[in-house]
């Protein structure tokens, strides 16, 4: 997490910290605890999908064009019949195989890690927003006394830990 948000998020918690007094306070924690965690993972996945996934793709590439260059300098240049389809079937294999392995491997394993960010961020978005309305005591938290806005509160951050545990089912069954 970058500093500035870092500090963001610390001074947050602490607002919610403040209003949401002593009471249930191991079940907030829990919750600011967990959030981290996704936090972590979103930016774990986040890195591999932008980092990992293009450096695939480059590996690949170069891979083809230097297998390229590699078996289109085998044979000599005067070569005809058997030897040259030979040559251009060798020349078109060591191109398009690592290009074809490299794309379906990336299609694959970047789908699944761009979900599981897209996840992980969402449920985190979910929550600082949940926290940022609870310490504001606005809209839904608005005119509540303390007790009902606590306990609406947690409820609310359940509820997107649910949803963040069903859309991980609904991914795990793709």
């Known amino acids: 997490m970058k500093k500035e948000n870092q500090v963001e998020s610390s001074k947050l918690k602490e607002l919610v910290r403040q209003r949401f007094g002593e009471k249930d306070r191991d079940r ?16 774990r996945h986040k890195e591999y999908y932008f980092g990992r996934g293009k450096l695939m793709r480059w590996t690949g590439l170069g891979c083809g064009v230097a297998s390229g260059i590699l078996a289109f300098g085998i044979f000599g240049e005067d070569v005809g ?15 398009l195989g690592p290009l074809l392995i490299a794309f379906l491997k990336d299609s694959q394993d970047l789908e699944k890690n761009r979900e599981t960010w897209i996840r992980h961020r969402t449920y985190v978005n979910n929550c600082i927003n949940e926290c940022l309305e609870y310490s504001n005591g606005v809209k839904q938290y608005d005119g509540m006394n303390e007790e009902e806005a606590r306990k609406l509160f947690l409820k609310n951050l359940v509820t997107h830990r649910e949803n963040n545990n069903q859309k991980f089912g609904e991914n795990m069954n793709q």
């Open 28 to 43: 907030l924690e829990e919750h600011f605890s967990y959030m981290e965690w996704e936090e972590k993972e979103s930016r």
């Open 81 to 95: 019949g058997l030897l040259l389809f030979l040559k251009i079937s060798l020349t078109m294999c060591s191109i």
